[in-house]
């Protein structure tokens, strides 16, 4: 009776800690992206501030553009969806799920600190919730 308690007990833990829907990141995983955010918004925020580049230009090529003297910067993002957000000579760069659906990691370029975990908020999706306006100094 007891071997039996232990093997459910055991089965239930393994399939409800293994079981994840691709909305619960794992805490780890999200910290090092979160890091690793921080070093490329800020680079998008220097071409944006200072590169002057077309206002037309998609987000993949301003993020090429902004990476182009470090690539590896994008390297952490290859299984997410990157968005940027240009407003005022400054910029947001927002994570997504692969599918783009989730909001994951947002932050502002002008800020040292990473702004927005997403992640941790039920039901983010992958929409802008920052404003550069109002978080960097004319």
């Known amino acids: 009776m007891l071997k039996r308690i232990v093997l459910l007990a055991s089965l239930f833990i393994l ?45 993949e090529e301003l993020l090429q553009l902004a990476t182009e003297h470090d690539p590896s910067l994008m ?26 659906i989730l909001g994951l990691l947002e932050d502002i370029g002008c800020t040292a600190a990473m702004d927005k975990h997403l992640w941790q908020v039920e039901g983010s999706d992958c929409n802008f919730t920052l404003s550069p306006s109002n978080a960097c100094a004319p």
Not at 26 to 31: K, L, R, V, W
């Open 15 to 59: 399939t409800t800690g293994c079981a994840t829907d691709g909305s619960t990141k794992n805490p780890d995983e999200m910290y090092i992206t979160a890091s690793a955010l921080t070093k490329l918004s800020a680079s998008v925020e220097s071409t944006v501030r200072y590169k002057n580049p077309p206002e037309n230009i998609s987000d």
């Open 75 to 100: 390297t952490p993002f290859s299984g997410y969806t990157v968005r940027v957000l240009r407003e005022d000579r400054h910029a947001v760069v927002l994570v997504c799920s692969k599918d783009g």
